[in-house]
């Protein structure tokens, strides 16, 4: 049974307990090899990368609110990188590796243009 399945069974509106968990976006393939060309994250809770070449990544949303997290996990066989939106810092965050299997990352933003890779 699933998390959401679960809320609406103790009586939470299924829309609420959706509000709640937050979107999930799946079936990601990570690219480009620096700020600006990499995959292009939407605001959304999770973002799930399932194929990872070597040397690619990812770019954070750009307007999310302070204190917004986003999840990113990654299924890829390589490790990928993690960037600021454009307009902010064009340093890679750190790279998120899937040695073994899968990796997850939270990342946090203060002010929708600086994220911190936690």
């Known amino acids: 049974m699933s998390l959401h399945s679960e809320m609406v069974g103790v009586g939470l509106q299924s829309h ?3 509000a709640i968990l937050g979107s999930v976006v799946t079936g990601l393939t990570a690219a480009g090899t620096n700020q600006g060309n990499a995959l292009a994250l939407a605001a959304v809770a999770v973002q799930v ?3 990872a ?3 690619t990544g990812v770019r954070l949303p750009l307007g999310c609110s302070k204190n917004d997290e ?5 299924g890829g ?3 990928i990188a993690v960037y600021n939106p454009t307009g ?3 340093t890679s965050l750190g790279s998120l590796a899937a040695t073994g299997g899968t990796a997850t990352a939270k990342c946090t933003t203060d002010n929708g243009l600086t994220w911190v890779l936690c």
């Open 77 to 79: 066989a390589n490790a």
């Open 16 to 18: 609420r307990a959706s």
């Open 49 to 51: 990368v399932g194929t």
């Open 88 to 90: 902010g810092s064009a």
């Open 53 to 55: 070449a070597a040397s």
């Open 70 to 74: 986003i999840r990113i996990r990654n």
